[in-house]
């Protein structure tokens, strides 16, 4: 069974702009949780989805944004990219019925310029 | 908000030996804890879990330790291996949904 895909692994933008990242979870695994990894701050939880709907949000602000599909393929948007934005952004798959543990991509890292 | 943090950043440890990181939380609410390991490049893999109606639970050569009283986690690995050099992460989760929050993590450089 493939692991988790994240797409793109790397991207630079400049300031003020836009991104959108994608996360592929494991077949079957129907949450998708982002968490953005820094340096300082470690790893920070964005939000999870379940089903398409946000079932949890971390303390970000709305320049940070989601979705999910009905295939429970999942986007994260980042608007008005600011430098602090520079990061790994993870994404992670689990199966509720199946338990808690959670399965990590590779991540995207992000540099803002 | 509540924090998970780490007191040790980096740990160098001889191999053969065992190894204990530690790890300090502050949400007494918390009822679920997670010991992650990420390699270099990689995501964090899952290593091992603890409910909070449990003091110590085994895996294949680590062991979860709970201390609610002081609000302590610590992992330990046995006869750590050049494979387990890695940042590892504690983490914890006081909700139903996977709301978790981690620390910074504590770097296990293993030293052959």
């Known amino acids: 069974k493939a692991g988790v895909t994240q797409t793109p692994r790397y991207l630079i933008k400049t300031r003020g702009q836009q991104v959108t990242l994608s996360c592929s979870p494991i077949?079957?695994?129907?949450?998708v949780s982002w968490y953005q990894q820094t340096p300082g701050q470690g790893l920070q939880f964005l939000f999870e989805?379940?089903?398409?709907?946000?079932?949890n949000k971390g303390n970000f602000p709305g320049r940070f944004s989601g979705r999910q599909f009905s295939n429970s393929r999942s986007e994260m948007n980042v608007s008005t990219l600011e430098l602090g934005d520079s990061a790994l952004y993870l994404c992670?798959?689990?199966?509720?019925?199946?338990?808690?543990?959670?399965?990590f991509g590779p991540g995207t890292r992000l540099t803002v310029l | 908000g509540e924090n998970v943090g780490l007191h040790l950043p980096t740990l160098s440890v001889q191999e053969g030996d065992n190894s204990i990181i530690n790890c300090a939380y502050s949400n007494s609410a918390s009822d679920y804890f997670i010991w992650y390991k990420q390699e270099s490049g990689k995501g964090p893999q899952f290593i091992i879990d603890i409910r909070s109606n449990m003091d110590k639970r085994q895996g294949q050569r680590v062991t979860v330790l709970l201390n609610k009283t002081v609000k302590h986690l610590s992992l330990q690995i046995a006869a750590t291996q050049p494979g387990d050099s890695a940042v590892y992460f504690c983490?914890?989760?006081?909700?139903?949904?996977?709301?978790?929050?981690f620390g910074i993590g504590t770097k296990l450089q293993v030293i052959p």
């Open positions: 989805y379940f089903s398409e709907t946000q079932r």
């Open positions: 077949s079957g695994h129907r949450s």
């Open positions: 983490a914890e989760n006081s909700g139903g949904y996977q709301k978790v929050t």
């Open positions: 992670a798959s689990r199966q509720p019925t199946l338990g808690n543990e959670q399965f």
